[in-house]
């Protein structure tokens, strides 16, 4: 079985920051890609920062400048640094990775559960 456990979100002021972290656990062989999505109340999942294996790193044009992903290969966690906060970012933010339990196993994807991401303003 494959874990992901998120920490780290909570409530901040608009301009505030917040560190986001995300560590995959289990039976795991090698981690594609880790990635942070979040969902606002009534709108769909959004891809906000992905980071791959080989070093690849893209964030959504509305965070660029003021969210940084980042990766520990060793410890297999991610974590996004959210600075300048605004209203609009305020959502559940979701960790996801694409991995293999077992060598030449074909990648699947897993979820975190979730943490809350409330910006006041």
């Known amino acids: 079985q494959v874990q992901l456990v998120e920490s780290g979100g909570g409530l901040v002021q608009d301009g505030g920051s917040l560190r986001l972290s995300c560590s995959a656990s289990?039976?795991?062989?090698?981690?594609?890609?880790m990635c942070w999505y979040r969902q606002a109340p009534g709108k769909q999942r959004e891809l906000v920062a992905l980071?791959?294996?080989?070093?690849?790193?893209t964030l959504r044009p509305s965070v660029e400048g003021r969210f940084t992903i980042s990766r520990d290969n060793a410890q297999n966690t991610v974590h996004l640094q959210m600075n300048s906060l605004k209203p609009e970012d305020t959502a559940v933010y979701y960790c996801?990775?694409?991995?293999?339990?077992?060598?030449?196993?074909?990648?699947?994807?897993?979820w975190g559960q979730g943490t809350q991401v409330t910006v006041s303003s």
């Open positions: 996801n990775a694409v991995l293999q339990q077992q060598p030449h196993a074909p990648a699947q994807p897993y």
């Open positions: 980071t791959t294996s080989g070093g690849i790193k």
């Open positions: 289990g039976s795991i062989s090698s981690i594609n890609s």
